[in-house]
């Protein structure tokens, strides 16, 4: 696997991607803090982009199935390009509205990047290697949301805003020429076969329900997005309870190793474990991590619980991604990953909405319970469905 061109294209685009995205959002945050004073027009304005994605997620998939993978891919990153050249003018005439017009554009890029990107990787590897792949495709995402924070924090700390988006156009061309020395074997397929027009997104939803493990897998994804969705302001709390601003610093650093290790570790694990024993023993092990809250006042378990957690979520993604890449088929790659990304972006504002709303109304500790419980009756129903049912989530 290693000594595959294409692979190494894909983690080495994944980790400069990564760095112009964080050194944008640092951008966008600081550009915002000057000019917009509401924080809920700050979220306002962050959730269009968001919703743009969504919107466009039908198309997208449709186009990446119909289409060259790689052609999409380096449309996209093209289109990232552009997008920072809006940041420019908002800069110049100190404007929100141009600044909307680079969130919508990059979210736009993105939902054609992503899902497209998700179903190259099955393209490049063999059906062993996906794991691995997949382990480490997530570890240089990681790798390059620390360096890209913490480079882009440096920064701004020393040069005008500006030379952060100056850093985001330079990686983001660079991504571009990246993508161009994709070598992929496909064939563009056609849209319209015996009269019937294939390629609808609604073909999703059918397919769903003759692949019970995709869909299954799917929703136990709600799972680690209850935790993720609602990161930040669990980490704030936690920081307010102890009295500590130095605390979130060992938490992200903490939960960001432990995410690596556990996608390194999930190769070895898959030698001595089938997929449907990791997925579930990942999704009761969350459900436990999110009881643990209940006693975040503790420094060591609030520590112990984000370890815990980026270690299980390291080796939860990899797995479920392997899983959609293999067992949905291929002719719907495209729509099927267009799909998961809408249902992460509405099920991450949800969460975050929510999230708000039960640290006002019972606090951290009682959400912590809160999350807990729903997640492992989840994942108790489900693992006896699949039991009773008998189904086989072979590797």
Partial sequence: ???????????????????????????????????????????????????????????AGRIIDATSKRKVLILASAGRVVSVLFMFVALATNSVA???????????????????????????????DLITLNGWHMNARTISRIVGTAAAGLLLSYFDVKWLYITSMIVYVLMLGIMFMLD?????QPIQTKGKSKGSFKEVYPMLKEQPVVLM?????????????SFNLVIMKITELHQSQSLSGMIY?????????????????????????????SVFIMGAMELMLFLADIKLFALLTFALFGFTVGCFFPTTMTIFQRQVPKDYHGRFFSFRNMIDQVLFQIVLLSTGALLDLIGLQWMGVTFGVFSLLLSTYFFIVMRSKKIEMAM
């Fill in 1 to 59: 696997m290693w000594k595959n061109k294409n692979v190494w294209i894909v983690l080495i685009g994944e980790f400069v991607v990564g760095l112009g995205l964080w050194a944008g959002i640092i951008g966008n945050l600081a550009f915002m803090q000057d000019t917009v004073p509401s924080d809920f027009h700050k979220s306002l304005i962050l959730a269009i982009g968001m919703i743009a994605s969504v919107a466009i997620g039908p198309l």
């Fill in 98 to 128: 141009w600044m909307l017009c680079f969130l919508i554009s990059l979210q736009l890029a993105a939902a054609f990047y992503m899902p497209a990107l998700q179903a190259v990787i099955p393209m490049i590897v063999k059906d062993k």
């Fill in 184 to 188: 992929l074997q496909e064939q563009e």
């Fill in 217 to 229: 897998t799917l929703v136990l994804m709600v799972i680690p997005i209850l935790f993720l969705g």
């Fill in 253 to 281: 650093a903490v939960e960001g190793t432990a995410f690596m290790l556990g996608a390194v570790f999930i190769k070895h694990l898959t030698k001595i474990a089938n997929t449907g024993t990791i997925l579930f023993i």
